[in-house]
């Protein structure tokens, strides 16, 4: 009964790009703050982008700045993350999650439902 279902994780090498999806099919965080995480093997999951419940606000980990992009499309119950110029360190499972108060900011930490992961591999 997961609400949260992640899409679009693949191989791809070195430069080239992928988007992620995540959909919110129960219509249940469409006013909550989304955010994506990873997670590579032997590592603690990491927070990659967060986007506030109206999406008019973003916040990105250093280590991907510049290069991903978080988006949402309320109409769509659909949010996603651009990811381009891929490097063989962004290799990981990568979640969704959704905040777990509603009408919030662009936050790090206070997700509480997640997604199954999509996996990414990014070949040198």
């Known amino acids: 009964q997961v609400p949260l279902v992640e899409s679009g994780g693949g191989l791809v090498q070195a430069g080239g790009s992928l988007r992620l999806s995540c959909e919110d099919s129960?219509?249940?965080?469409?006013?909550?703050?989304m955010a994506w995480f990873r997670q590579a093997p032997g590592k603690e999951r990491e927070f990659v982008a967060a986007?506030?419940?109206?999406?008019?606000?973003?916040a990105y980990g250093d280590s991907v700045k510049g290069r991903f992009t978080i988006s949402r499309d309320n109409a769509k119950n659909t949010v996603f993350l651009q990811m381009n110029n891929l490097k063989p360190e962004d290799t990981g499972l990568y979640y969704c999650?959704?905040?777990?108060?509603?009408?919030?900011?662009?936050?790090?930490?206070?997700?509480?439902?997640w997604g199954q992961g999509t996996q990414v591999n990014v070949s040198s």
């Open positions: 986007i506030s419940w109206s999406g008019g606000s973003t």
């Open positions: 999650a959704a905040h777990r108060m509603a009408v919030t900011g662009p936050t790090s930490t206070g997700y509480y439902y």
């Open positions: 129960a219509r249940t965080f469409s006013t909550h703050a």
